[in-house]
């Protein structure tokens, strides 16, 4: 009984909202070890959080990391680049695809 506020159900942490929570200023330093290298730019930013803030679609946004990756996973960007293409024209034939069906 002693946990909990005289006046109170709940016990005194219970209005403690952010007590679990990461401190916010340490936030920035937290490294995610899920994104690899290679999706990360100079200042740290990710293709991921690009593609998001964009709003892209699925395959738009597969083709800009790929595009983004290119110089930075293997020694030649040839693969992906020609996956990025791959993913572009797969975006034009949804496009064109939904067009048609809007026709109807």
């Known amino acids: 009984?002693?946990?909990?506020?005289?006046?109170?159900?709940h016990s005194k942490y219970y209005y403690e909202y952010d007590r679990n929570m990461?401190?916010?200023?340490?936030?920035c330093d937290i490294k995610d070890n899920r994104v690899p290298e290679y999706y990360k730019g100079k200042d740290g930013y990710e293709a991921r959080k690009v593609c998001d803030n964009?709003?892209?679609?699925?395959?738009?946004a597969t083709a800009t990391t790929y595009i983004l990756?290119?110089?930075?996973?293997?020694?030649?960007?040839?693969e992906c680049l020609?996956?990025?293409?791959?993913?572009?024209?797969?975006?034009?034939?949804?496009?064109?695809r939904d067009e048609r069906d809007k026709e109807k």
Request: hydrophobic share 30%.
């Open 69 to 78: 990756r290119a110089y930075h996973k293997h020694d030649s960007p040839v």
């Open 22 to 27: 990461p401190n916010m200023s340490s936030t």
């Open 1 to 9: 009984m002693d946990t909990l506020h005289k006046d109170s159900k």
């Open 54 to 60: 964009f709003e892209l679609t699925y395959h738009l």
């Open 82 to 96: 020609k996956k990025a293409i791959s993913h572009l024209e797969f975006e034009l034939e949804k496009i064109k």
